[in-house]
């Protein structure tokens, strides 16, 4: 399918195999959304960049200067060497052009090890008898000693990007404030430094509100909130120097200071930004600079969160266990990467999703996409801090709707997602980028690829090394035939739970909130899990797990993984998509306490079936 000079494309075809052209007031729209001056036929040309292949000599057209990433200096040089490290360089031409930023990536990401196993977590949800009102990094922490007890080689947790500090807290980990920071509500208080000390007697207080708030039904993160924040105030009231925190600030830079600075400004001012003092509107502005160094204080106490969410992620596996961090999709557009950095993100738009069988009406999202010439006038370093951030534990990576490295689908606000379009994205650079971090950090790369997938997308994505998601919801073939390169499942949070599926639970549920599900899909997949779990129409739950288990051990993807949701037999769903208040979302804990499911030893079994060997 062709595109215009903008990236935005011609039409698309659906997954019906109907084409859908373009509409001329549509292209219109998001050419103005990425800030197309009238007649514009392209972006303004970008700074010069020059992406390679490690390992490969060059020659150069004329002599320059080479300065690599860690500022070594290796003076004139008229041609590539095959030794250089991966990173980012710069050529200064000796003849005073304007220097080019040189990308030397490795061929894919890091792999991870064969046929390896793991455990898929909703953190959140994961509560023991020790949280406050919602899992934490203790708790994940516990997760992780428990699955490497089994022999399992990883724990993957949904997002745990930042959100607001204000109420109503946003519920949904694929709708944060920040990409490139962490949710401070993970954070165990009796694991930061001087809590006992600081609090006394009354950390026993505030634990015992805490875990009062675990018998609820549902997550109440704004009451987590109050009492984490009352706690993390008096420790911070005696916090003195931690050389530790200090280098923790000088490392993040100027990108965690607008980050600090904007939750103490949203704190006073509240949201959305868009609706501050005029001056207070761009992290440049005069007035921004006066705010934080009024409460300076304030600013910095957000910056020692960090540093402990940091900290106990840090410290939340064993060695020889990975953790894996998932990437979502986008942002608020009200919350602080859009203020941070407004000109990265389009405006008026939302990423979203054509109509597919499973969403006859398309999907809009509410998420601002990163324009992409604008990403490339910045030599992506934005991209660049939000993978590395993901791979900070250094485990894996798994980025949600991979197929966004290529195209994503912009949906104009106001507009419905069935006149939405596609813009392009220059994948091969952002793939060099993704490569990069991945072979720095260790830490291998799953790319979340359901849904609407464009022809080649999925060869090239294996060929740089970043795995293919399957589930047995979702591929017509059997386990036996998924790729290696690819991590296997039975399902994710956003579809049923194997319970729901089999007793039909989650049909009803979705009847109830006026969906209207397909009577005939929900009697082909009980039909399909029956088939593929080898037993008959009266199976328990538990015995169902157990052969969808069985089935997805027979794939010989290199990782396998199933989700406490499942393991603990969970009817509800985590997510129900197109929904709002309605179901919910995000805030359903796991059935029992998490003690109790990790001592349950037809629990372990269970888990230990996905061991190939």
């Known amino acids: ?80 060497r095959t030794d250089l490290p991966i990173g980012y360089h710069d050529l200064h031409p000796v003849d005073g052009s304007p220097s080019t930023r040189l990308v030397i990536a490795p061929p894919r990401c890091h792999l991870p090890p064969e046929r390896a196993w793991g455990i898929t977590a909703q953190l959140y949800a994961a509560r023991s008898r020790s949280s406050w009102g919602m899992g934490d990094f203790g708790d994940l922490a ?20 930042a959100n ?13 404030t920040s990409r490139f920071f962490l949710d401070p509500l993970y954070l165990r208080i009796e694991d930061v430094p001087g809590a006992a ?34 706690a993390l105030e008096k420790i911070w009231a005696g916090f003195g120097h931690d050389e530790r925190f200090e280098r923790f600030r000088a490392t993040a830079g100027p990108p965690l200071l607008r980050f600090a600075t904007y939750c103490a400004l949203v704190e006073h001012h509240g949201r959305p930004w868009q609706q501050w003092p005029e001056g207070l509107r761009h992290p440049s502005r005069p007035d921004v600079l006066a705010f934080a160094t009024e409460r300076a204080e304030r600013v910095r106490f957000w910056c020692w969160l960090q540093w402990l969410a940091d900290l106990q992620l840090a410290h939340a596996a064993p060695g020889d266990m990975s953790v894996v961090l998932d990437v979502a999709v986008g942002v608020d557009p009200d919350g602080a990467d859009t203020w941070a950095e407004p000109d990265l993100f389009a405006s008026g738009v939302e990423v979203g999703a054509p109509p597919d069988a ?26 660049i801090r939000l993978v590395r951030a993901a791979c900070r534990p250094g485990g894996g990576v798994r980025i949600d709707h991979v197929m966004g490295l290529f195209r994503l689908f912009w949906v104009p606000v106001g507009l419905g997602p069935t006149q939405g379009t596609y813009v392009r994205y220059p994948a091969p650079e952002l793939l060099d980028v993704l490569a990069i971090e991945s072979a720095r950090s260790g830490a291998w790369v799953v790319g979340e690829d359901l849904g609407t997938v ?44 194997v319970a729901g599926a089999w007793t039909g639970s989650d049909h009803e549920a979705q009847r109830r909130l006026g969906i209207a599900p397909s009577d005939q899909e929900a009697a ?34 290199r990782l396998l993984t199933t989700t406490l949701d499942d393991l603990a037999g ?20 796991l059935p029992r306490p998490l003690d109790d499911l990790l001592d349950d030893p037809a629990v372990a079994e269970r888990a230990r079936r996905l061991d190939r060997g």
């Open 1 to 80: 399918m062709a595109c215009d000079g903008w990236g935005v494309d011609d039409g698309y075809w659906s997954a019906d195999g109907v084409r859908h052209d373009t509409d001329p007031e549509v292209r219109a729209r998001l050419h103005a959304a990425m800030g197309a001056e009238p007649g514009a036929e392209r972006p303004p040309e970008p700074p010069p960049m020059w992406f390679i292949r490690s390992g490969q000599m060059h020659g150069l057209s004329s002599p320059c200067t080479l300065v690599l990433e860690d500022g070594t200096d290796l003076g004139e040089v008229d041609h590539l």
């Open 142 to 161: 516990t997760i992780s000693r428990w699955a490497n007890e089994l022999g399992a080689g990883f724990v993957a947790v949904n997002p745990l990007h």
């Open 524 to 557: 082909e997949l009980r039909q399909r899990i029956a088939r593929l779990a080898r037993v008959d129409d009266e199976a328990p739950v538990g015995a169902v797990t157990d052969g969808l288990v069985d089935a997805l051990r027979r794939a010989p993807c």
């Open 454 to 497: 464009e022809p080649g997308t999925r060869e090239m994505l294996a060929e740089r090394g970043v795995l293919s998601y399957r589930l047995l919801w979702f591929e017509p073939d059997d386990p036996e035939h998924w790729p290696e390169l690819a991590m296997g499942a039975i399902t994710t949070h956003d579809l049923p739970t």
């Open 164 to 176: 607001d500090p204000v109420e109503p807290r946003q519920p949904s980990p694929y709708f944060p």
């Open 197 to 230: 000390d600081a609090l006394g007697p009354e950390l026993d207080r505030l634990a015992a509100a805490g875990r009062a708030l675990t018998g609820g039904e549902r997550v109440d993160r704004d009451a987590v909130a109050r009492l984490k924040l009352e």
């Open 570 to 589: 969970a009817d509800a769903r985590p997510n129900m998509p197109g929904t709002t208040d309605q179901w919910p979302n995000w805030s359903i804990p």
């Open 358 to 383: 499973f969403n006859p009406n398309g999907q809009g999202w509410g998420l601002p996409p990163f324009v992409p010439w604008r990403l490339r006038q910045e030599r992506y370093e934005p991209f």
